[in-house]
């Protein structure tokens, strides 16, 4: 069983940056692809990011691409968001999440473990 809690979350004014945390425990952390995926109010979850165990293989979503980086420290077992240039259409609950799959999963049913999220609101 691997437990997920993100970090990071907060106020930002337009175009400022924020960086997500997300520590797992009770797994092998290594071996998992972690995903990103957030909710807006009265929204479906979207997929917002992946990045495979190896760090080698990353997938974004067309809304983020060239503004967020997904990353990960496999040593320290944590994964990370880098937001930049933020919109008010970012602000969402943000959830990591790990998944057993390879490639590039970016469906919510390729997930087996979530976090609670973090709260990103973005400023105008």
């Known amino acids: 069983q691997v437990q997920l809690v993100e970090s990071g979350g907060g106020l930002v004014q337009a175009g400022g940056s924020l960086r997500l945390s997300c520590a797992a425990s009770?797994?092998?952390?290594?071996?998992?692809?972690m995903g990103w995926f957030r909710q807006a109010p009265g929204k479906e979850r979207e997929f917002v990011a992946s990045?495979?165990?190896?760090?080698?293989?990353?997938n974004y979503a067309d809304s983020v691409l060239g503004r967020f980086t997904v990353s990960r420290d496999n040593a320290k077992n944590t994964a990370y968001l880098q937001m930049n240039s933020l919109k008010p259409s970012d602000t969402a609950v943000y959830y990591c999440?790990?998944?057993?799959?390879?490639?590039?999963?970016?469906?919510?049913?390729?997930?087996?473990?979530w976090g609670q999220g973090t709260q990103v609101t973005v400023s105008s």
């Open positions: 999440a790990a998944s057993r799959s390879g490639g590039r999963p970016s469906q919510q049913s390729m997930y087996d473990y």
């Open positions: 990045i495979s165990w190896t760090g080698g293989t990353t």
């Open positions: 009770g797994g092998a952390f290594s071996m998992y692809t």
